[in-house]
């Protein structure tokens, strides 16, 4: 019951993956916002945490998708380096 539970969660990532194939990374790429409790957070880990899993446990490996992994893994390096350039 467990394992079936836990694969069909990583499969539903599988919209996920498709939209960042076909160029929409909205939903994986950091996206500051203040957390009242902690300060500074990320809306999106736990989205790109999700397609971790998918990619690993679906074994994805497409050239595409490795170029996108280098995208997503800078993408919050590129927003705190113009946060603090200020």
Do not use: P
């Amino acid at each position: 019951m467990g394992t079936e539970r836990l694969r069909t969660k990583i499969e539903e990532q599988q919209a996920v993956y498709q939209a960042l194939k076909a160029g929409d990374s909205g939903t994986v790429c950091y996206k500051e916002f203040q957390n009242g409790e902690w300060g500074t957070d990320d809306e999106n880990y736990t989205n790109r945490l999700r397609l971790a899993y998918y990619l690993l446990y679906c074994h994805i490996e497409d050239e595409e998708m490795r170029k996108m992994k280098g995208f997503i893994r800078n993408s919050w390096r590129r927003s705190y380096r113009q946060k603090t350039a200020v």
